[in-house]
């Protein structure tokens, strides 16, 4: 496949990325598991490298995942390696190291900023070329300080460009309108996504950045119908939020159903479900990049040979479409 490009920044990217959030290990939201449960920061390390070395050159991250975790590892990954890497990291969320739990946020300038210099000494680089903003809603009165916060922060050169991680579409049209502004990240997948943020960046120039592009692993298949989930994991902690893919610690079965009924379309040929499901994201737009998240080096590599497969076509796309629709 070719490389897309991070909107209006003209940044060009592997198709897709990958996402390390479940590399930052175990932290606590709302009291509750806000990972995928125990990692291995050598697999984590190993399983970067892979997936430079196959050809993504996007990585997403967050200063929340492992409350700097997940920043550290990549920083000790990508060393001699940085001019090769578009990355990506955000800011927002405020949590502590020694209980590693997030309690709130802060958006005022002088926090940023701290957070923006913070990040850079974990990812060990000068400069971030994706810089994010994590919360998902903040007051409009809020927005126009981040905005010209991060104008700010593109004139030193600490950052190249920013985005917005939300599903919310207010504030993103304001963000939308900004010149330094190339990226809305929402969550994208076959079995759900908001469609109006998605024509937004169409209609804006900017790149739509898929996260749970698997929805959180489900678009795996590795989960059956009765599959019992730990709650020392995000999908059984009991998360609102969660709960259209993963219910009461188990796969919804509604998500289940529509996964059974889509199955042999996204696997025609010899994709796995995982192949087929980012080769949807592809076919969905041309500005969509999915950053599928991992733990193993076996993932990565499944995941990057989606790219050999490209797009599905449209007549499987209007299959799957039909399919769904009759299932609502």
């Known amino acids: 496949m070719e ?24 932290f606590y939201m709302d009291s509750k598991i806000d990972g995928y449960g125990e990692t291995d920061d050598n697999m984590s ?10 050809g993504i050159n996007f990585i997403d991250t967050s200063d929340a995942y492992g409350i700097g975790h997940s920043e550290r590892l990549i920083g000790e990954a990508i060393k001699g390696r940085r001019s090769q890497i578009v990355l990506a990291t955000k800011f927002g969320y405020i949590g502590s190291e020694a209980t590693k739990t997030l309690h709130g946020y802060n958006v005022t300038p002088d926090y940023i900023e ?11 680089t000068d400069y971030i070329d994706l810089y994010q903003l994590h919360v998902w809603e903040i007051g409009l009165s809020e927005i126009d300080s981040v905005i010209e916060t991060l104008d700010k922060l593109v004139s030193k050169g600490k ?20 010149q330094n502004c190339s990226a809305i990240q929402q969550q994208l997948n076959i079995l759900g996504g908001n469609e109006e943020i998605l024509q937004l960046c ?7 950045i898929n996260r749970s592009p698997l929805a959180m692993g489900f678009l795996s298949g590795k989960h059956k119908r009765d ?29 289940y159903d529509k996964l059974e009924a889509i199955r042999d379309i996204l696997t025609i040929g010899g994709r796995t479900l995982v192949q087929g ?14 950053i599928p998240g991992f733990k193993t080096v076996k993932q990565i590599k499944e995941n990057a040979k989606a790219m050999d497969w490209g797009p599905l076509s449209q007549d499987q796309m209007m299959k799957i479409d039909k399919i769904l629709r009759s299932m609502d």
Not at 281 to 289: F, H, P, R
């Open 227 to 255: 599959t019992m989930i730990s709650k020392n994991d995000i999908r059984g902690a009991g998360h609102a939020w969660t709960e259209a893919i993963y219910k009461d610690g188990k796969p919804n079965p509604a998500a």
């Open 159 to 178: 950052i190249r460009t920013y985005g917005w991680s939300t599903d919310l579409t207010s504030g993103t049209k304001i963000f939308a309108e900004q």
């Open 3 to 26: 490389q897309r490009v991070l909107g209006k920044s003209g940044i060009k990217v592997s198709p897709m990325g990958i996402g390390c959030w479940a590399i930052g290990g175990q």
């Open 114 to 124: 701290r957070a923006c210099e913070a990040s850079l000494k974990r990812l060990q």
């Open 202 to 208: 169409e209609e804006k120039r900017l790149a739509s």
């Open 277 to 290: 499901s980012l080769a949807w994201i592809w076919a969905k737009s041309g500005v969509t990049i999915p």
């Open 45 to 54: 390390i190993a399983a970067i490298q892979t997936a430079l070395d196959l």
